[in-house]
């Protein structure tokens, strides 16, 4: 049986991340908090938890070839930067300068592809992902081609900035790919007993002259590199203007545009996903019991919401992290 770890092309992580508590970094934002766009406290706040993620890649993917910690300057005090694994990137080193300075995630992971000896494959995270249990390249690459779902369907139940995001991306890839060929060409990435009852959204969507939408679980995603310099290649002056936005706001355009493109192209392979998303609530048992059983190999555990009590559930939450990784990684002082 081949090992799961065997792979013949370096893997990354991608890890953007900013301290909302650094008086230089808040300093340079309230210049600009007039800006259009959205400044929600809750896009910036910091649990206090990064370090558990660290614990989880040393625990459970040793075999990862750099960390990319993409930052704007800070670098959390605890991180060891000597790690061989490490690489710290500022926001200067890889957005180009008229795009700077950014508050807006959408600009930063956009531009990703110039971080400089960044791998054709990686894997983008974010500070909200924990992982559980053993990860392997497998689950995130296969055959060279990013892990992934296709799963179109209508959503209606999201908010009008996370429409508008998804229109604006939907309607790039929808200038590019005709669906009937797609569905004609890729059968079995698209009906795929992996994807179980997810089945039943494709067929519904299939009377849709134009794609929809597509499931996202919120997870870390796998990427080609090379997908995004196709796109800024092909729609420079879309990608251009939505980078100009300093917040997030109703023109942006995402890092999900490069998804669509991998799915609508067929370089996927099909997966079941590995993880599960939480949004932080007043009550979080059922989140206890998942980390305590390690029932998924990565969660999200999202900030959400601006009415919790802050401060009391992050001691909280972190408790149940520190309960199942207690023992400092190498990542840390």
């Not at 790690?83 to 959408?106: A, G």
């Not at 679980?217 to 590199?225: D, R």
């Not at 998924?296 to 992050?314: G, H, P, Q, R, T």
Request: glycine share 4%.
């Amino acid at each position: 049986m081949k090992d799961k770890n065997t792979y013949s092309f370096k893997i990354d992580f991608v890890l953007p991340w900013v301290d909302g508590n650094d008086p230089k970094w808040l300093k340079e934002k309230n210049k600009y908090i007039t800006y259009k766009g959205d400044s929600n406290i809750n896009r910036y706040r910091d649990f206090d938890n990064l370090k558990y993620l660290f614990r989880g890649i040393e625990k459970y993917a040793s075999w990862v070839n750099k960390i990319f910690f993409v930052t704007w300057g800070h670098i959390p005090k605890w991180l060891n930067t000597n790690n061989e694994k490490i690489r710290i990137v500022k926001h200067d080193e890889f957005i180009p300068k008229e795009y700077l300075p950014t508050f807006n995630s959408n600009v930063i992971e956009l531009n990703l592809h110039r971080i400089q000896d960044l791998s054709e494959h990686f894997v983008l995270f974010n500070d909200d992902l924990f992982i559980l249990k053993k990860i392997y390249p497998c689950d995130f690459f296969k055959n060279g081609l990013p892990r992934d779902m296709f799963v179109e369907y209508v959503k209606k139940d999201c908010s009008q900035r996370h429409i508008t995001l998804r229109t604006n991306n939907l309607n790039i890839v929808n200038k590019y790919f005709n669906k009937k060929d797609f569905y004609k060409n890729n059968k079995n990435k698209i009906f795929n007993i992996i994807y179980g009852c997810n089945n039943l959204k494709n067929i519904s969507s299939y009377k849709y002259s134009n794609f929809c939408d597509f499931k996202n679980n919120h997870l870390t995603q796998s990427f080609l590199k090379s997908t995004f310099i196709k796109i800024w290649n092909i729609e420079f002056e879309a990608l251009n203007t939505s980078c100009l936005n300093k917040f997030r706001y109703s023109t942006d355009i995402g890092q999900s545009i490069c998804r669509y493109f991998q799915l609508l192209s067929g370089n996927f392979s099909p997966y079941k996903s590995i993880g599960k998303y939480f949004i932080i609530k007043e009550n979080n048992a059922k989140l206890k019991n998942v980390i305590h059983n390690r029932k998924y190999k990565i969660i999200c555990i999202n900030d959400a919401s601006v009415s919790v009590d802050f401060e009391k559930l992050k001691k909280e939450i972190n408790g149940f992290l520190n309960e199942i990784l207690p023992k400092k990684s190498s990542f840390e002082k």
